[in-house]
């Protein structure tokens, strides 16, 4: 079994800063790419960033120049930092990690549940 928990959500000014946190547990031997995606109000679940275990990272054009995401390999955690945050950055964000390998030799997907990030003065 393979958990993910994050943190850091909340509600904060346009223009102001948040750090997500991501940390994974359980039966884990390694993890390939980790990630962040967020699903707005009536809105479909779209990719933000995504870092893989060597530190390639990806990014959705919508951020780009704001967000940034970094790992911890040895904590099994991922960060994503958001500057410069917009009222349309407002959204349900989910951390992803895939491929998992458990210490069992399975291959799975996880997420988390999701934190709640609202931009709004």
């Known amino acids: 079994q393979v958990l993910l928990e994050e943190s850091g959500g909340g509600l904060v000014q346009p223009g102001g800063s948040l750090r997500l946190s991501c940390a994974a547990s359980g039966s884990i031997f390694s993890i390939n790419t980790m990630g962040w995606y967020r699903q707005a109000a009536g809105k479909q679940r779209e990719l933000v960033a995504g870092i893989t275990s060597g530190s390639s990272t990806y990014y959705a054009d919508s951020v780009k120049g704001r967000f940034t995401i970094s790992r911890d390999n040895a904590k099994n955690t991922v960060y994503l930092q958001m500057n410069s945050l917009k009222p349309e950055d407002t959204a349900v964000y989910y951390c992803?990690?895939?491929?998992?390998?458990?210490?069992?030799?399975?291959?799975?997907?996880?997420w988390g549940q999701g934190t709640l990030v609202t931009v709004s003065s």
């Open positions: 992803n990690a895939d491929p998992v390998i458990t210490t069992t030799g399975r291959r799975l997907e996880a």
